[in-house]
């Protein structure tokens, strides 16, 4: 199974400022079509998960520019570059590439300093 | 606008059965991937099984092979998650998900305890 690491796993942030967060693959998640499947998820306090960004770098309808998504093979790289109140809860990435299982990194918690 | 209503979940004891349920609108159900990702309490999420849109295929996780059986029915929008042989570890809030990802429900919480 691909196993996905986040750093950090905890994060305060000062308002306004920007935020990045690491996710590593055990494995490549280049596909044979040359897609790469890392999704990250945002999941606010209380809420569902909500998808954020798809395929590296795709933002979701109605996700806020300041989201972007990046990265390549092993190495992927959320950033928020300003951060607002609403950005506080526990984002996590994904992998779709080598399924079944799907799996999923232990989260990184976001909240305000 | 896309919905997925999960229902079903409560509490049981270990061994025991539940099955859950997730109705689907806002889109046409029979065309996608659908998936159940877990989370326990104060944990991270984990991937359970998928069904491909017309049930000829389904993934499990490891953990649940044997014990859990997805399904759908394409004609009533629906998709289920047959649970057996329950475990404590199995307690966690389920959710129903379009591909995986896309889209999520608000989740239905088992509790198994005795």
């Known amino acids: 199974d691909v196993v996905m690491t986040q750093s950090p796993l905890s994060l305060p942030v000062t308002l306004g400022q920007p935020a990045s967060i690491s996710c590593r693959s055990s494995?490549?998640?280049?596909?044979?079509?040359?897609?790469?499947?890392l999704n990250w998820f945002q999941q606010r306090p209380g809420q569902s998960p909500r998808r954020l960004i798809y395929?590296?770098?795709n933002r979701d309808s109605g996700v806020p520019d300041r989201f972007s998504g990046s990265g390549s093979g092993t190495d992927f790289t959320l950033k928020i570059s300003r951060v607002e109140a609403e950005d506080v809860g526990v984002y996590y990435c994904m992998q779709g590439t080598h399924w079944p299982p799907f799996t999923f990194g232990p989260g990184t918690k976001v909240d305000i300093k | 606008e896309v919905q997925l209503v999960e229902s079903g979940g409560g509490l049981v004891q270990p061994g025991g059965s539940l099955r859950l349920s997730c109705a689907a609108s806002g889109f046409t159900f029979s065309s996608y991937w659908m998936s159940w990702v877990r989370q326990a309490p104060g944990k991270g999420l984990e991937w359970v099984a998928n069904i491909k849109q017309d049930g000829s295929e389904k993934y499990y996780v490891d953990s649940v092979k044997g014990r859990f059986t997805i399904s759908r029915d394409n004609a009533k929008n629906s998709l289920y998650l047959q649970m057996n042989s329950l475990r404590a570890e199995d307690t966690a809030v389920y959710y129903c998900?379009?591909?995986?990802?896309?889209?999520w429900g608000q989740g239905t919480m088992v509790t198994v305890s005795s």
């Open positions: 395929k590296v770098s």
């Open positions: 494995q490549s998640l280049v596909y044979s079509d040359g897609n790469t499947y």
């Open positions: 998900a379009r591909e995986v990802s896309d889209h």
